[in-house]
């Protein structure tokens, strides 16, 4: 029997019991859609988080800061690790490392035309800018050539008020920090006061040729400039660190070395270096790390800290994140599978009556020729057409239901929170080919028991003359 | 009348168990056809006639004995197999039509070449010459239940004859049609099987239809006794 004359002949079969077909349809059409939708707010859940994560800092990104790991208890473990040009290199050759960027602080007070404030800047390798997910809304980034030229982050306009202005608008102080346009930032000179632990100040002219974008709210508060240029800063500041440790006095307490945005207190690096005799005044601050994608930053980060590194990036807090969004989805995808397998005994039952009724039909089919496979074929065909139609049906249910939840959900979100509205439902392509193939598998296994009863019809029934 | 018989039936013996009881129904049946002819078997109700040609034509299996078609034995055939065999060599027609009531009259017809595998356009082109052969070329379309008896056995005639196998059975084909009808369909049935050079088994009671074979067989209490 050829497969278009037995998909044609049980799709008619189909139709002459139009409402018991589509009857049994609509248990799959319900089953399916029950788990989609379930599992799509699995995936809405995982995708939102992963999204509001983003935000927060790249996640393919691991900052590698200096200081000792640890353990749960407070007890340090391994050898503290320092951050220099051989650690860069040891970062660079680890498998899977797009690029590297040894990185150094330091913050001052600043000066943007009648504006005052303060800076905190990170000195990165330009080169490697790209690399590691700069993005800029206005501007460009930085190039090796340039010299004291800075990309400030989306927030860093903010870092600055014009003090006579604040005097005069006194009343306004209920209202909050005003936001001002990142973008009045650029092409303007900042001038940054830095004073070393002499005493001695210096004035440092800066040069905004690039505003950064608000995809990474993790460097929206900080200015980033070329490693060298910092460098040279950094080395200015220090000047009477080593010589002097008195003269750590209150003027020098306000220079300080900090230990990169994110985690390590500097304390300890800070600390420590006093009691040991080597020098360190030329470590980097910390060092950031570029990986091809997610999961080798999961994997090279859980490496870093065996090899003993602090190291930490976004994609570690997603491991959490993920366990708990599989765990939903294996509950609400549970839930719809038992939906699912009740429409399946429906399939089985519908299946089991029209054998019934076609018996005769059956037996002067084997009489006329029919094999085997043909009559398990035909009742398998349209056990699956079944699972198929449903499956269809119950995919555009679902993509229905979806979008009904998600803008419910979305305008309790905007009314609640006022927050960007993110889909809690989300149905990926894999998700609708496996709704389709699942079903139409239900559709197959459902049809296997009244198939196999429909092949032990004896062609006798078609014979007797009653 | 070529030497070699097409059907051979050996000491065929078929018993059903009724209750405890053991019914004998064919009590060593043996019977020799040859390739062309044209055989009735009469016989009253209870003979176990039809039983013989279930039988014959492999619905059924004996319980001692051997049928053997153009030299296959039957019961070497699994029941498997049997379909595709049934498919080659045999058609059967009913008393009762026992036409698929969803299909037309062509789409009945060409039923065993659908599961032969043959392709619609040729399947239907045969089905038209041979429902036009027998007289319901302008019913092609129309469903069993909106055509006569006669009418429908000729479908079922078409049905019988489409795969053009070495023999058909026909089981009372007129035991459900009136006179004039039953001797057009008999003609009908007869001068094709003559022309296709096929050999055909027909069973009834009525002396009149067995009138029209090469050959009478008269069966009583599951025995030939003619």
């Given at each position: 029997m050829r497969k278009r004359d037995l998909l044609l002949m049980a799709n008619k079969n189909l139709w002459r019991r139009k409402a018991r077909t589509i009857l049994t349809c609509l248990g799959v059409v319900i089953g399916t859609a029950s788990i989609v939708v379930m599992i799509s707010l699995g995936i809405g859940l995982r995708v939102s988080m992963e999204k509001s994560m983003a935000q927060w800092g790249s996640l393919n990104i691991i900052n590698v800061h200096p200081g000792m790991r640890y353990d749960e208890n407070g007890n340090p473990t391994g050898e503290e690790k320092r951050m220099t040009d051989e650690t860069v290199e040891e970062l660079k050759a680890i498998p899977g490392v797009t690029a590297v960027s040894p990185v150094y602080n330091i913050d001052g007070e600043a000066q943007l035309g009648r504006k005052k404030g303060y800076l905190s800047i990170v000195g990165i390798d330009p080169a490697a800018m790209e690399e590691l997910?700069?993005?800029?809304?206005?501007?460009?980034?930085?190039?090796?050539?340039?010299?004291?030229?800075?990309?400030?982050?989306s927030q860093v306009i903010n870092n600055f008020w014009d003090e006579r202005a604040a005097r005069r608008g006194g009343g306004m102080m209920g209202e909050g920090p005003q936001q001002q346009d990142p973008a009045e930032l650029l092409e303007q000179r900042i001038r940054l006061t830095i004073r070393n632990q002499a005493g001695n100040e210096r004035k440092q002219n800066l040069f905004v040729v690039g505003i950064l974008d608000e995809t990474n709210m993790d460097r929206s508060w900080q200015v980033y400039g070329s490693i060298h240029d910092i460098k040279r800063m950094r080395d200015f500041m220090m000047q009477g660190a080593n010589s002097s440790k008195q003269m750590l006095g209150p003027m020098a307490k306000e220079v300080i070395i900090s230990g990169g945005g994110v985690m390590v207190s500097t304390g300890r690096a800070s600390g420590s270096r006093g009691n040991r005799r080597e020098d360190r005044s030329n470590d980097y601050n910390s060092i950031m790390v570029r990986t091809k994608d997610v999961a080798q930053t999961k994997e090279i980060s859980k490496e870093l800290r065996e090899r003993g590194y602090n190291a930490w990036s976004m994609a570690d807090s997603l491991e959490g994140i993920e366990n708990t969004s599989r765990t939903m989805q294996a509950i609400l995808g549970g839930i719809g599978g038992i939906t699912l397998f009740v429409a399946a005994l429906g399939i089985t039952n519908t299946m089991i009556m029209s054998i019934y009724e076609r018996t005769r039909e059956i037996g002067i089919m084997k009489v006329i020729g029919a094999s085997f496979a043909d009559i398990r074929s035909i009742f398998l065909m349209e056990a699956a057409l079944i699972g198929l139609f449903g499956g269809i049906l119950g995919l555009g249910l679902s993509y229905g239901a979806s979008e009904i939840i998600n803008r419910i959900s979305a305008d309790y979100i905007q009314r609640g929170m006022g927050g960007p509205a993110t889909n809690i439902s989300v149905i990926p392509v894999w998700l609708a080919g496996f709704a389709l193939v699942f079903s139409i598998f239900i559709g197959l296994a459902a049809g296997l028991y009244p198939a196999s009863r429909a092949i032990r019809v004896s062609p006798m029934v078609a014979i007797r003359n009653e | 009348m070529s030497p070699k018989p097409i059907l051979q039936a050996r000491e065929?013996?078929?018993?059903?168990?009724?209750?405890?009881?053991?019914?004998?129904?064919?009590?060593?049946?043996?019977?020799?056809?040859?390739?062309?002819?044209?055989?009735?078997?009469?016989?009253?109700?209870?003979?176990?006639?039809?039983?013989?040609?279930?039988?014959a034509a492999g619905l059924e299996r004996p319980t001692k004995g051997d049928i053997i078609i153009d030299g296959h034995y039957l019961n070497k055939i699994s029941e498997k197999r049997m379909s595709a065999f049934r498919r080659k060599y045999i058609g059967f027609v009913f008393q009762l039509y026992n036409l698929i009531p969803s299909m037309n009259a062509l789409e009945n017809a060409i039923l065993p070449m659908v599961f032969e595998g043959v392709p619609q356009k040729e399947r239907e082109e045969k089905g038209r010459e041979l429902l036009t052969i027998m007289g319901l070329g302008d019913r092609l379309k129309h469903k069993p239940n909106e055509l006569s008896g006669g009418q429908r056995q000729r479908i079922s005639l078409a049905r019988a004859m489409i795969n053009n196998p070495r023999i058909i059975f026909?089981?009372?084909?007129?035991?459900?049609?009136?006179?004039?009808?039953?001797e057009e369909i008999l003609n009908l049935l007869i001068s094709t099987v003559r022309e296709n050079g096929q050999t055909l088994l027909m069973?009834?009671?009525?002396l009149e239809v067995a009138r029209h074979g090469d050959r009478i067989i008269e069966m009583v209490d599951g025995r030939i006794i003619n």
């Open positions: 997910e700069f993005t800029v809304s206005h501007g460009r980034l930085l190039t090796p050539e340039d010299r004291f030229a800075i990309v400030a982050g | 065929i013996i078929k018993k059903y168990r009724i209750g405890t009881q053991a019914v004998s129904v064919l009590n060593g049946i043996n019977l020799d056809i040859y390739h062309g002819e044209v055989v009735s078997i009469l016989g009253k109700s209870g003979c176990g006639k039809t039983t013989f040609l279930n039988i026909a089981d009372e084909p007129t035991g459900n049609l009136d006179s004039r009808t039953t069973v009834t009671h009525d």
